[in-house]
């Protein structure tokens, strides 16, 4: 087995994973294990006749009182107190000071881009960790599964152009992008090739999710489609240019033909589909565009537009990297496909194809 292994290029426990069952290597992974056995990749994976969703328990429980309760779809944690099961509904919002490293001490009077800071870990060379910019809220939960392998993620919020450009400048390992052509209707892969040498990177699909209009809850201004943001007494909240979800409303306010200056809220800009979501959910916009995730994340509505890949893109001479095949791993486990389709509505049937 460990032999096996060996030459497969992955570890004797992931080995044990695909043995029984509960992980499902990517593309690459299947055709080498085929190749060394001799066999097709038909012969080692199959579909199950009846891919039966798992069934989990269900239960009451008693929701924390001092929030709003939550709607069907909509995550909550469970925590045993005494003899009552509680239910308290995450906030997506992380209301507390967070991890550091170091603390910045000066700036550079010439270089903007560079500053000076104090180290408060004497022997870390900070290897075990791996920089991703993106705006999918996904990438929490692959962080929490990478933990199990000894890799950390650190997480920087950007949209999928400005992703794109710091990997090209070489700031960050990996850049999440949903960037769909709006002539072809292709996820990604047009603009990577605009802005990329040809062989220069890889491109792994992460999954694909629902994008669309998100609304309070029970969606009391009855907005329908992109057509409605126009009309009187409805206001919206924006992102940024560049960002896949300002691509997506300019297309379908140039096909509509209406003029975004009409719009109220056009304007207000919101750094993400969680902080778009929190605006709508908090009473600031009528409505917004983001993801299905965002809006059960915040018990709102949710009206689907389309269905996008969001996929990761990483430099090729990277995709050796002991952290990058432990990601690549992660992927193709079952545990969190599960997750990540239960907590997001994600499809990840496609999660850890390489598409280039």
């Given at each position: ?25 990517n ?10 056995l ?15 969703v ?8 008693a ?19 005494e ?10 919002v ?56 000894g ?19 070489g ?5 999440g ?40 809850r ?9 057509a ?28 509509l033909?209406?003029d975004p ?8 800009l ?55 095949q ?31």
């Amino acid at each position: 087995m460990a032999g096996l292994a060996a030459t497969v290029g992955i570890g004797r426990q992931a080995l044990y994973a695909i043995q029984a069952g509960s992980y499902v290597p990517n593309t690459a992974v299947a055709l080498r294990l085929a190749r060394a056995l001799q066999v097709s990749v038909e012969d080692l994976f199959t579909l199950p006749e009846n891919s039966a969703v798992p069934d989990f328990p269900t239960g009451h429980v008693a929701l924390l009182p001092g929030s709003d309760p939550p709607s069907p779809g909509q995550p909550v944690q469970l925590c045993r107190v005494e003899e009552r099961l509680v239910a308290s509904v995450p906030s997506p919002v992380h209301w507390y000071l967070p991890p550091y490293d170091a603390i910045v001490t000066s700036k550079s009077p010439i270089d903007r881009r560079k500053t000076s800071v104090q180290i408060y870990h004497r022997d870390g060379d900070f290897g075990n960790r791996m920089l991703i910019a993106g705006c999918d809220p996904g990438m929490s939960v692959l962080a929490r599964h990478l933990q199990s392998a000894g890799i950390e993620l650190v997480l920087v919020h950007r949209n999928s152009s400005q992703a794109l450009l710091l990997l090209k400048q070489g700031f960050v390992h990996i850049a999440g992008t949903h960037l769909r052509d709006e002539r072809s209707g292709e996820s990604n892969m047009p603009a990577i090739g605009r802005i990329f040498p040809k062989n220069a990177v890889a491109v792994i699909s992460f999954a694909v999710w629902e994008e669309g209009i998100v609304t309070a809850r029970g969606n009391p201004k009855e907005i329908r489609t992109i057509a409605d943001f126009g009309r009187k007494g409805v206001s919206i909240i924006n992102r940024e240019e560049g960002s896949g979800s300002r691509l997506l409303l300019d297309s379908h306010l140039k096909r509509l033909k209406v003029d975004p200056n009409t719009i109220t809220g056009y304007a207000q800009l919101a750094p993400g589909h969680l902080p778009a979501a929190w605006q709508v959910h908090a009473g600031a916009a009528d409505c917004c565009i983001a993801t299905r995730a965002a809006a059960r994340l915040f018990g709102l509505d949710f009206i689907p537009l389309v269905s996008e890949r969001y996929d990761l893109v990483m430099r090729r001479q990277h995709l050796d990297l002991p952290s990058i095949q432990a990601l690549l791993d992660v992927l193709g486990h079952s545990r969190f496909r599960g997750e990540l389709e239960r907590i997001g509505g994600y499809d990840t049937r496609v999660s850890g194809q390489r598409l280039l």
